[in-house]
């Protein structure tokens, strides 16, 4: 295994934002590296490396996803209280309130221990972990760049350890990366975690991949320069290309649907092609089905209709140069930024959009700007949790179906989207409208056909239900087909005020 390169320097940090930062910003990151410093002087890594590399690894993650200097500053300082004699007053003294607060959500994040029953652990986690993500997302994003590095030097750890953190990591950081869009980190961690858990098949499939790596990649860069000399000829203006390999862990799972042949993978690679506009996109597509046969059923528009996620990208699987079959991603600059980095993608934004944010969790309107669609359902998460109140299990229980499940989106006859579980009903949809709407209807239509009540809605149907104004309550039979906590919630409220 190639040992990662251990960052020794601020510049490493700030090479690794492709966006600079002002001399004020990095001012104020080397302020936060001298404290951390000093606190952490002679401590050392499992590995022997000075604690100070683990600081500043943390904070060039977080630059590599384009983070603002005030959650790099807080990167740098996330072990201070925990693991040094400076105190959280000191820091916050220092470095004033909003940094104190996120290095104050990583240290009560990280003092969760492990208790008798792991599940009780495992839920308790990951509750905490929303909480803090409720009130300031940043210091999720701090705990998972943390998480990142310890995963990238988890061989210098005993073996009982790096099973219990390659497990956390699977099941509760690269989930929650994902939900955040951060793929670039999810992909890294799931890869890292698999290696521990999954040592025998992360070998066949590394190995597996090492050899068409081997073989392809020299195929893989002529075919770069091929389409860019297609793309050129017919105008196109073309501001990145470049190749990417499936991570190893998506590979396997893939693999282990195919039979494990190889051959039956036709993404492990692929080109990707950023264009400046979405029209351009389009264009860039019809240039290359015009000159490369494409295969049937493998053109894929997720810019009309993104993935659940929000990934936006036009797919499409080619017989490309040589013959060889190849898979084509186009997208545009932002397109690429928000699926590679996700929420920490709009911290590239201004200011004023972030500060509107804010005010956002402060319940206050802002009509006027887009919230970032990840905030939103961080949103419905306080909201919910308010609803369902201090009950553990049953939020805890709520999370497992509603988080982990994968997402779908359907849309209302006027085109406004709901974001319902997979296997969601029209039940579980009509209460995400508003609940006089669930407990009105009375059928339901999806693409224009009536359906029963509990039909499974599909990613990107049209929905529209059918409800009448004399009837006030929801059927008795829906509480078992639901699949949402909120329809749930409100189903048995309904059906109690009939009780009374
Ligand atoms: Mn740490």
């Known amino acids: 295994m190639e040992p990662y390169p251990v960052v020794t320097s601020i510049d490493e940090v700030f090479k690794a934002r492709r966006i600079p930062f002002s001399s004020e910003h990095k001012r104020l990151i080397a302020d936060a590296l001298t404290v951390a410093h000093d606190a952490h002087e002679g401590q050392k890594r499992a590995s022997g490396d000075e604690y100070i590399t683990h600081c500043l690894a943390t904070a060039q993650i977080l630059a590599s996803i384009g983070m603002d200097a005030q959650t790099i500053a807080a990167g740098i300082l996330h072990d201070v209280p925990e693991d040094t004699t400076v105190t959280l007053a000191e820091i916050e003294k220092r470095f004033g309130s909003e940094i104190a607060y996120i290095v104050d959500g990583i240290t009560k994040l990280s003092r969760i221990r492990l208790t008798e029953k792991r599940e ?58 994902n939900r955040l869009g951060i793929n670039e980190i999810k992909g890294e961690l799931e890869d890292l975690a698999f290696r521990y858990l999954e040592p025998e098949h992360f070998a066949t499939t590394q190995a597996m991949m090492d050899e068409l790596t081997a073989t392809s990649g020299d195929y893989v860069r002529r075919s770069i320069e091929a389409f860019r000399t297609e793309l050129k000829e017919e105008g196109i203006t073309i501001e990145d290309i470049h190749g990417r390999i499936k991570n190893t862990y998506r590979l396997y799972q893939k693999l282990s649907r195919h039979e494990m042949n190889i051959n039956r993978v036709y993404d492990l690679f692929a080109i990707r092609i950023i264009v400046p506009k979405i029209a351009d996109c389009y264009e860039a597509l019809g240039v290359i089905h015009k000159r490369h046969r494409p295969m049937i059923g493998r053109i894929k528009d997720y810019i009309s209709l993104p993935k659940p996620n929000g990934y936006q990208s036009l797919h499409t699987t080619i017989f490309g140069p040589e013959g060889r079959i190849l898979e084509i991603q186009i997208r545009t600059q932002k397109m690429h930024n928000e699926a590679e980095f996700g929420i920490a993608a709009h911290w590239l934004y201004s200011e004023q959009t972030r500060s509107s944010w804010k005010s956002f969790f402060r319940r206050k309107p802002t009509p006027s700007i887009e919230t970032p669609r990840e905030l939103l359902w961080v949103k419905q998460l306080q909201n919910w949790q308010q609803e369902i109140g201090r009950d553990n299990s049953e939020f805890a229980e709520g999370l497992k179906i509603d988080f982990f499940k994968n997402h779908i989106f359907a849309f209302t006859p006027k085109g406004d989207i709901i974001e319902l579980p997979e296997e969601a009903t029209p039940v579980d949809f009509a209460y995400a409208i508003h609940s006089e709407v669930g407990n009105s209807a009375v059928g339901a239509k999806i693409d224009g056909r009536m359906v029963a009540l509990d039909t499974h809605i599909q990613n990107g149907e049209v929905v529209e239900i059918l409800t009448t104004k004399e009837k006030k309550k929801p059927g008795k039979d829906w509480i078992r087909f639901v699949k949402t906590s909120l329809a749930k919630d409100h189903i048995r409220k309904a059906l109690k005020k009939l009780d009374n």
């Open 120 to 177: 009780e652990y495992f839920l308790e986690n990951l509750r905490k972990m929303f909480l803090a993500m409720a009130s300031d997302i940043r210091v999720v994003i701090v705990k998972l760049a943390d998480r990142l590095h310890n995963m990238r030097t988890l061989e210098f750890r005993p073996t009982e350890k790096q099973l219990r953190i390659a497990r956390e990591t699977m099941e509760i950081y690269a989930p929650i990366a």
